[in-house]
C-alpha cells in the first residue's frame, strides 16, 4: 500500500534510469542480457505513456476533451480542410481511431462534416468558429504540456534531442 502514487512512481524510476551510467549493449555471444529499462524503445515507451497519461488528464480538465480528440482537433484546426486518412497520418492515429474521433467532435459541435467533392463517399473535416476557439486553446495546452516535459533540457538540449528524433522518426519511416 505505500507504494506511492503512480506518477510518482514512475518519475522515481525514470530518476534511477537516467542516473545509472550507460553501458554498451553486450553482442548475442555475450551470458548476460541488458536491463529492458536499458533499451531506448523501452524508455521512450515510458516517457510515452507517462505523457499520454498526464496529457490526457489536462485535456479534460481544461478543455473537456480526451487526448484522441484533442489532437484530431489540433491536427483539424491546423490542417482544415482534411479528410478522414489525412486526419489519422496528421494525429497519428489509425483511420478507425480519427474516423471516432472526428464523429465524436462533429457531434460536439466543434467540427462541420462536408461532402468531398472527388470521393462521394468521402468527407472534409474544418473546425467551427466553437472548434476554432478551443483548437487556441489546445494549442496553448500543447505548448504547456510541452514545456513540463521538456522543461528539464536546456534550449540547445530540446533542439539537440529534436534532431535526433527526426533523424529516428526518418529512419523508421513515420507509419512503421
Same mark, same amino acid.
Given at each position: 500500500?505505500?507504494?506511492?502514487?503512480?506518477?510518482?512512481?514512475?518519475?522515481?524510476?525514470?530518476?534511477?534510469?537516467?542516473?545509472?551510467?550507460?553501458?554498451?549493449?553486450?553482442?548475442?555471444?555475450?551470458?548476460?542480457?541488458?536491463?529492458?529499462?536499458?533499451?531506448?524503445?523501452?524508455?521512450?515507451?515510458?516517457?510515452?505513456?507517462?505523457?499520454?497519461?498526464?496529457?490526457?488528464?489536462?485535456?479534460?480538465?481544461?478543455?473537456?476533451?480526451?487526448?484522441?480528440?484533442?489532437?484530431?482537433?489540433?491536427?483539424?484546426?491546423?490542417?482544415?480542410?482534411?479528410? #478522414?486518412?489525412?486526419? *489519422? $497520418?496528421?494525429?497519428?492515429?489509425?483511420? %478507425?481511431?480519427? /474516423?471516432?474521433?472526428? @464523429? !465524436?467532435?462533429?457531434?460536439?459541435?466543434?467540427?462541420?462534416?462536408?461532402?468531398?467533392?472527388?470521393?462521394?463517399?468521402?468527407?472534409?473535416?474544418?473546425?467551427?468558429?466553437?472548434?476554432?476557439?478551443?483548437?487556441?486553446?489546445? #494549442?496553448?495546452?500543447? *505548448? $504547456?504540456?510541452?514545456?513540463?516535459?521538456? %522543461?528539464?533540457? /536546456?534550449?540547445?538540449? @530540446? !533542439?539537440?534531442?529534436?534532431?535526433?528524433?527526426?533523424?529516428?522518426?526518418?529512419?523508421?519511416?513515420?507509419?512503421?
Amino acid at each position: 500500500m505505500g507504494q506511492g502514487h503512480p506518477r510518482q512512481q514512475d518519475h522515481r524510476q525514470l530518476s534511477r534510469w537516467r542516473a545509472a551510467p550507460a553501458t554498451p549493449m553486450p553482442t548475442r555471444s555475450s551470458d548476460t542480457l541488458p536491463a529492458l529499462e536499458r533499451f531506448l524503445t523501452y524508455r521512450m515507451h515510458v516517457v510515452n505513456k507517462v505523457s499520454d497519461r498526464d496529457s490526457n488528464r489536462a485535456y479534460q480538465e481544461t478543455c473537456g476533451l480526451p487526448l484522441g480528440e484533442a489532437r484530431c482537433l489540433a491536427a483539424i484546426g491546423r490542417y482544415a480542410p482534411l479528410s #478522414v486518412n489525412d486526419l *489519422a $497520418r496528421a494525429a497519428n492515429l489509425n483511420k %478507425g481511431q480519427a /474516423s471516432r474521433s472526428a @464523429q !465524436a467532435l462533429v457531434d460536439r459541435g466543434l467540427v462541420n462534416k462536408a461532402a468531398c467533392e472527388n470521393d462521394a463517399r468521402g468527407v472534409l473535416l474544418a473546425p467551427t468558429r466553437a472548434g476554432q476557439a478551443l483548437y487556441e486553446r489546445v #494549442v496553448a495546452l500543447i *505548448a $504547456r504540456r510541452n514545456d513540463e516535459i521538456f %522543461g528539464c533540457l /536546456s534550449e540547445q538540449e @530540446q !533542439a539537440q534531442l529534436g534532431a535526433m528524433l527526426d533523424r529516428v522518426i526518418a529512419h523508421v519511416g513515420r507509419e512503421g
